[in-house]
């Protein structure tokens, strides 16, 4: 069983960067699509971001194309999400999630099995 611990959230003013980490233990990440999903308050939690397992395709939410990349490093089983000029409407609760999904799926989170416990990321105007 994948476990998935996240990181890199904080606080960011608008225009700011910021890296999000994904590390897994307990398995390796190599033959799952991973993603990225946010929960802003009193809102459903959104897929933001997927990268296929050999991280050769990616997949953004419209409003994270040109901003966000994702990323993943298979050697060392972990995930990652730039996030450049940051706007307040990117404050929510960041997660990483693990699953087999393919591509037509990958932005539905009940494709996922695994999921971090989150990283707030907070930013100001």
């Known amino acids: 069983q994948v476990q998935l611990v996240e990181s890199g959230g904080g606080l960011a003013q608008a225009g700011d960067s910021l890296r999000l980490s994904c590390a897994a233990s307990?398995?390796?990440?190599?033959?799952?699509?991973m993603g990225w999903f946010r929960q802003a308050p009193g809102k459903e939690r959104e897929f933001v971001a997927t990268?296929?397992?050999?991280?050769?395709?990616?997949n953004y939410v419209d409003s994270a194309k040109g901003r966000f990349t994702v990323s993943r490093n298979n050697n060392n089983n972990r995930l990652y999400l730039q996030m450049n000029s940051l706007q307040p409407e990117d404050t929510a609760v960041y997660y990483c999630?693990?699953?087999?999904?393919?591509?037509?799926?990958?932005?539905?989170?009940?494709?996922?099995?695994?999921w971090g416990q989150g990283t707030q990321v907070t930013v100001s105007s």
């Open positions: 999630a693990a699953g087999r999904a393919i591509l037509s799926a990958a932005r539905d989170e009940r494709a996922y099995a695994y």
């Open positions: 307990g398995g390796t990440i190599n033959n799952y699509r």
């Open positions: 990268i296929s397992s050999n991280g050769g395709s990616t």
